[in-house]
């Protein structure tokens, strides 16, 4: 066994350097051997146990696997799996420090494994020198780009990593960051300025220019919380560029439209649940392409709080797959904010419901909006009280948003031709499964996509008419929503995440 370590100092705040550094996914946007990197599976790239797969400049590939991080240490670790030299055994430590005197940061890159005898001195030298020396003048150059591309004062505090999965991105623009010279307008907002927990939300005053002509400025009076902002939060989802505001969804008035606008006055009151991100704020400039206009019989708390999981159930159930009387559906995390509009909407259209939740309280909820049974999964399995419940006929469909602990019951307890939705991962990835075995069943596996139903506003406004005409029939009730300060944001997404909350949550500016 050999270990190679080598150390350097970089002229930089340690900050700038880890944000580079622990982006699992990001060396083909700095090192000069690596041509393309991805993350197998579509982990979330500072996820412990994730696997890159990077392809070579020189054309090799090799697999590596991220075995440790810690952001409070400035340290991560990762082994080899795969790779076209023999460097058996090979695990890698990257440790940062702070340089005592200067703004400076202390880099020290080690490893150790096992080579050829005849090899050992060539593939010592190649880490050494083409892997980690080259690796410290990569992050430098790196670094002086950004320093002459952005003057020091306009510099966000981190460096930008990325999704995994997603193109490499620029520098962001300083304009989010703080008030450029020709406007004095700023608003508060939730900024992330990298990917991570929720710790990563925080309250800033960001800059708030005029509209464009063809814009309108809403001032936000409630902000929808949903699982989506989760997933941009972390960089699963690649709607959130850094330094960025979440959100999707809000409700609000108008204060401010561009010379380009007609159909639409100061006043006016509206909501939307649409991309781009950007509803984690008191105020902001928005195309007015996807916004809806609210009567009086719909509140702004309302709207915000049921827009976004409204127009998903619509297109869940009518279009994904269209629910007929007699079938039986089976909803998962019924107790959640969309999960209750399926139940409702799915006995309005005739079909059996059956419910999963994970405690008695949510079970009482979900009776009483209708399910016809309701199992509580951290009692029994699920998929064999389907079974029992329809004679072991199975279930038509299967709405389910939880991902990777429910997916292979879920496949347990379809009917033969049955159709599982997966339209959320909230417990992780589903991995990989073999199309052969659904076979089996003849079974039809479905992934929607919110912004392919809902991009252009022919796609969107029947699923708007149609979830507020459920709404105004009571064939759904929307309850009050669970609400948080602005300045809470971080809070909600906790208890969102561990799901001690039923039902919708806002935020209020």
Request: aromatic share 6%; glycine share 8%; charged share 25%.
């Amino acid at each position: 066994m050999v270990q190679v370590r080598q150390s350097t100092i970089i002229d930089a705040p340690i900050e700038e350097v880890w944000a580079i550094l622990r982006d699992f996914n990001g060396h083909d946007r700095w090192h000069p051997a690596i041509a393309a990197s991805e993350i197998d599976g579509g982990e979330p790239a500072d996820t412990v146990g994730a696997v890159r797969h990077f392809r070579l400049a020189d054309g090799g590939e090799l697999r590596e696997q991220l075995l440790a991080l810690s952001d409070k240490e400035r340290r991560l670790s990762y082994c080899l799996l795969e790779a076209p030299l023999p460097l058996m055994g090979y695990v890698a430590s990257i440790r940062l420090k702070p340089v005592t005197d200067g703004n400076a940061t202390f880099w020290e890159w080690r490893s150790e494994f096992d080579p050829p005898a005849h090899r050992r001195d060539e593939l010592v030298k190649l880490v050494a020198e083409d892997i980690y020396r080259a690796g410290f003048a990569a992050i430098r150059t790196l670094l002086a780009r950004r320093d002459a591309a952005m003057p020091a004062e306009a510099r966000p505090a981190i460096m930008p990593s990325r999704p995994t999965g997603a193109a490499p991105i620029s520098i962001p623009a300083r304009a989010i960051l703080a008030p450029s010279l020709d406007t004095r307008e700023t608003t508060r907002a939730i900024l992330v300025e990298r990917y991570g927990g929720p710790e990563v939300l925080e309250l800033k005053e960001i800059a708030l220019p005029p509209p464009a002509p063809s814009e309108v400025r809403v001032r936000h009076t409630a902000i929808g919380v949903n699982f989506i902002d989760v997933y941009c939060r972390t960089g699963f989802f690649d709607l959130l560029r850094l330094p960025g505001v979440p959100g999707m969804e809000a409700a609000g008035v108008i204060e401010a439209v561009g010379s380009a606008i007609s159909g639409l006055s100061i006043g006016d009151r509206v909501a939307y649940a649409c991309p781009p991100v950007g509803a984690y704020a008191e105020r902001r400039n928005m195309v007015p392409d996807l916004l809806v206009r609210l009567s009086d019989d719909i509140s702004d708390e309302t709207a915000a709080a049921s827009l976004l999981k409204g127009v998903a159930a619509s297109f869940l159930l009518h279009d994904v797959h269209a629910v007929r009387p007699g079938e039986v559906v089976l909803i998962h995390a019924a107790a959640g904010g969309i999960g209750q509009l399926l139940v409702q909407w799915a006995r309005h259209l005739g079909a059996t419901v059956i419910a999963t939740v994970s405690s008695d309280d949510k079970a009482r909820i979900v009776e009483g909006l209708g399910a016809h049974r309701v199992i509580v999964y951290s009692r029994e399995d699920f998929a064999e009280a389907v079974m029992r419940l329809t004679n072991g006929a199975g279930t038509d469909v299967v709405y389910d948003a939880v991902g990777a602990d429910t997916f292979g019951g879920s496949l347990a307890a379809l009917a033969v031709r049955g159709h599982l939705v997966s339209f959320g991962q909230a417990s992780g990835p589903i991995g990989n499964w073999d199309v052969g075995r659904f076979a089996s069943k003849s079974i039809t596996v479905s992934r929607p996509n919110y912004g392919h139903y809902t991009d252009a506003p022919e796609k969107l406004a029947p699923h708007v008419d149609r979830f507020f005409a459920a709404l105004r029939q009571r064939a759904v009730r929307v309850g009050q929503p669970a609400s948080y300060d602005l300045a809470q944001a971080a809070d909600a997404h906790r208890d969102l995440e561990a799901r001690r909350t039923s039902g919708a949550l806002v935020l209020l500016p």
